[in-house]
T-cell receptor
Framework: NAGVTQTPKFRVLKTGQSMTLLCAQD?????MYWYRQDPGMGLRLIHY???????AKGEVPDGYNVSRLKKQNFLLGLESAAPSQTSVYFC??????????????????FGDGTRLSIL | SQQGEEDPQALSIQEGENATMNCSYK?????LQWYRQNSGRGLVHLIL?????REKHSGRLRVTLDTSKKSSSLLITASRAADTASYFC??????????????FGEGTQLTVNP
């Protein structure tokens, strides 16, 4: 099993350009997430999805859009890239088998990240 | 603001020593998780402790949870150079939709010197 695969691994964009980051998971997980990681700020949730065809905003959604047309894929789009979006982007997935209560929020499986620079 | 905050921000020890990292959080939780991140890689899940558990072990890892103090600690015993990484705690929040969201702290950078 490959787990969670992110493409591309690196990308340099000019301000105003658009691009799509692709995340694919082969674990049949219901939940998928996009985070950004910046020095001194830990991981911040951009958008997430609790199932095929659903998406929801996280902590820092502005400037990003997402789509979950297939269960195994979660796409993150930058419509008009800005230098403030220079970051490392991580995709993660998790199962929904924990139910509620103390077994909710099952472990998340992460990809190795996409390093994005906006000039 | 971050739900979980790790302490210390950085820790440097010699191989064979024990490493202790702490995490404090603000709101009630269902469970708390610890992750490791090697340089240039994604996060890897280490251990999950439920809010009704006080201590959990996995190999050389020992995690404690004190819900009255809203804090957790991660102990790595007999550390190895390969343990050099950043360690993050992550918490959910009681009442959130099941499996939907974790909040990560800023991490502790552990360096184990050979």
């Amino acid at each position: 099993n490959a787990g969670v695969t992110q493409t591309p691994k690196f990308r340099v964009l000019k301000t105003g350009q658009s691009m799509t980051l692709l995340c694919a998971q082969d674990m049949n997980h219901e939940y998928m997430y996009w985070y950004r990681q910046d020095p001194g700020m830990g991981l911040r949730l951009i958008h997430y999805s609790v199932g095929e065809g659903t998406t929801a905003k996280g902590e820092v959604p502005d400037g990003y859009n997402v789509s979950r047309l297939k269960k195994q894929n979660f796409l993150l789009g930058l419509e008009s890239a800005a230098p403030s979006q220079t970051s490392v982007y991580f995709c993660a997935s998790s199962s929904n088998h924990g139910g509620r209560g103390v077994d909710s929020n099952q472990p998340q499986h992460f990809g190795d990240g996409t390093r994005l620079s906006i000039l | 603001s971050q739900q979980g905050e790790e302490d210390p921000q950085a820790l440097s020890i010699q191989e064979g020593e024990n490493a202790t990292m702490n995490c404090s959080y603000k709101t009630s939780i269902n469970n708390l998780q610890w992750y490791r991140q090697n340089s240039g890689r994604g996060l890897v899940h280490l251990i999950l402790i439920r809010s009704n558990e006080r201590e959990k072990h996995s190999g050389r890892l020992r995690v404690t949870l004190d819900t009255s103090k809203k804090s957790s600690s991660l102990l790595i015993t007999a550390s190895r150079a390969a343990d050099t990484a950043s360690y993050f705690c992550a918490t959910d929040g009681v009442g959130r939709t099941s499996g939907s969201r974790l909040t990560f702290g800023e991490g502790t950078q552990l360096t184990v010197n050979p």
